[in-house]
Every structure is written in C-alpha cells, then in structure tokens.
C-alpha cells in the first residue's frame, strides 16, 4: 500500500488556525447537561498523575472537592498550602490527558499550572528520588504535534525558570534541572533507545512535558513540570520506591517552594 512520506500526524496541520472544538464550549455544555454553575478554579493548579498526592491529601482530611468542576474524566480538589489556595487533578497519565486538563483548568481560571510526575532514570544520579526541574522536554509523543512545528524538544518558559532560579538551595531532596524525554510507550523502551537518549543527555523519562511545554507556548500560558525520578524502568528489584507517603509530603513541599516564587512573580507582573 502506497504510504505518503510525510506521516499523518505532520500532516494538514494549521499552527496559526483558531481551534473548532474548544474548552469552553466543552465545559458549557458540560455546565448545561449536570446543572453547575460556573465557579472559577484556583489560580495555581497541579497534576498529579499517579494520584500519590490527592491520595496523602484526602487521608488526612485536608482536600475538598471542588463542585463546579465539570470536566468529564477527572475531579478537582482543593486544599490550602501555604497560605495558597491550589487545585489537584490525579491520575492524567499521559502526554493527551494532561493537556486536555490543562487546557481545561486554564479555561476555567488557572494562571500557573505545576506539573510533578513520576520519571525514570537515565542519566547517572548520586541519590534516588530526586526531583528534576525540567527545562525542555524531547518530543517523542504525539500531542505536541499538533500545537507547534516539528521540533526536537519542547522548551519551560523562560520566565518561569528565571524565576525558580536560587529557589531549591536547602530542599530535603536533590532538585536538578535539565532535559528529559517525553515518550508515548513507556512500555516500548528499547535498550538501543534508552542509550540513544542517554547519549543526547537526557536524565530521564516521562510521559507529559513535551506536550505540556507545546500547549504553554502555543497558548502563552505558565506551565511548569517537575520528574520526580524514582526508578530505573524497573530493571531492579526493589525499584519504584518514592518515599515518605509515596513522595507526597516531598513534593507538596515542592508545590509550596514553586508557588511562593511564582505567584510572587505572576504579581508582581
């Protein structure tokens, strides 16, 4: 069967075009068919897509459910940290998931949106778990695709790194910044792959930042994404260890640091 050179997902793609199906007509409709009202998110969100920390939260009663929250495959729950109202959505695995909630949450009111997912490692680390701050993402997925021209790597905003700059000096866990590779298939890492991501100098993998750093910059949003490095692809025993709370009092720990620097700076603009 003749195949065009070009695949289908570089295909027909129009960067600059308005999108015909949108968010908020999505969630009015949403609005319509259960009878909420629209009630505005918080201004800091965060997904967590293994649900450790929506899981930590409502364990020691300090989440609520946010009742005008319509979106059709997930909640969004609240909690206070820091003085600092955020809203949590668990479990949006994957590059599409995620940034169909976060066009969502932006629809609905979000200025910042924090990131923390669960990674692999790649590179050599002096100490596991760790966090990495990450600054641009490779674009091994598909969702990335369809809001920027092919590239290699999707980029954080500029900004918001210069902001996070000082910002982890003393924190309980290493927080390292560079490069990771976004991927599709965590379960079609092949060993050649992994030594040619290894190679490039990519310190680990995961499933969402590349997209999410394509949605940021095509929709002039503030995203921000964190790997939480903590197994080696299950290639030893004992492997996919978090820690305290299955990381979770770590990486609000985390969330605290992140919203203080940026929600001053997000006033300040």
């Known amino acids: 069967m003749a195949t065009s050179e070009t695949p289908p997902i570089l295909r027909d793609k129009h960067y600059d075009a308005l999108s015909a199906f949108t968010p908020e007509s999505l969630l ?35 989440a609520r459910k946010h009742e005008g929250w319509v979106c059709y495959h997930t909640d969004l729950w609240l909690f ?6 955020i809203g949590v959505v668990a479990c949006a695995v994957g590059a599409s998931f995620a940034v169909l909630v976060a066009e969502e949450l932006f629809a609905s009111g979000c200025a910042l949106l924090i990131s923390i997912t669960s990674s692999g490692q790649l590179a050599p680390m002096d100490r596991l778990p760790c966090f990495i701050l990450i600054d641009r993402a490779l674009r091994d997925e598909g969702t990335s695709y369809h809001y920027m021209p092919p590239a290699d790597f999707s980029a954080a905003p500029a900004h918001l790194l210069q902001a996070l700059s000082g910002a982890f000096g003393g924190f309980g866990e290493p927080v390292l ?13 092949t060993a050649a792959a992994i030594d040619a991501m290894t190679q490039r100098g990519l310190l680990a993998v995961e499933m969402e930042a590349a997209a999410l750093y394509a949605f940021a910059a095509a929709r002039g949003q503030d995203v921000v994404c964190f790997a939480h490095v903590t197994n080696q692809m299950g290639q030893i025993e004992g492997d996919f260890e978090k820690g305290e709370a299955d990381g979770a009092s770590q990486a609000l720990a985390l969330v605290a640091t992140v919203a203080r620097s940026l929600c001053a700076v997000q006033a300040a603009g």
Do not use: M, S
């Not at 206070?80 to 109202?85: M, V, Y």
């Not at 910044?177 to 890492?189: M, V, Y």
């Open 177 to 189: 910044q560079g490069a990771t590779w976004t991927t599709d298939a965590p379960f079609r890492e």
């Open 28 to 62: 009015r409709e949403a609005r319509r068919q259960k009878g909420a009202d629209k009630v505005a998110v918080p201004k800091t969100c965060l997904l967590d897509p293994d649900g450790d920390i929506v899981r930590y939260l409502n364990a020691n009663g300090r």
């Open 80 to 85: 206070t940290l820091d003085g600092h109202e």
